[in-house]
Nanobody, 115 residues
């Protein structure tokens, strides 16, 4: 499974960004897809995941972020609205077999939110 993220950047607080993750073929039907992030000096944090159309979000993301997938184009998205400086982190796309840990990772895309 190969994952390639894009769409990160710098934005002011209150702004929006959409992250994309291009995945190798057949990924979405077999794997839970998710977004995780890691801020400087902190551990990796799960943000959101999707499997068979069912979405789940961390409390920090609920109401502001939306995960979605375009199966026809093998692309995963994370729409991020109302961004806060605390959202500043490297964001990773990841895939996991159901019941397993996140086993496949992209290279990450940086999101920086300024106040």
């Amino acid at each position: 499974v190969q994952l390639v993220e894009s769409g990160g950047g710098s934005v002011q607080a209150g702004g929006s960004l959409r992250l994309s993750c291009a995945a190798s073929r057949y990924t979405y039907s077999s794997y839970i897809m998710g977004w995780l992030r890691q801020a400087p000096g902190k551990g990796r944090e799960w943000v959101a995941s999707i499997w068979n159309g069912i979405t789940n979000y961390a409390d920090s993301a609920k109401g502001r972020f939306a995960i979605s997938e375009d199966n026809a184009n093998n692309t995963l998205y994370l729409q991020m609205n109302s961004l806060k400086p605390d959202d500043t982190a490297m964001y990773y796309c990841a895939a996991a077999r159901p019941g397993r840990d996140w086993g496949y990772w992209g290279q990450g895309t940086q999101v920086t939110v300024s106040s």
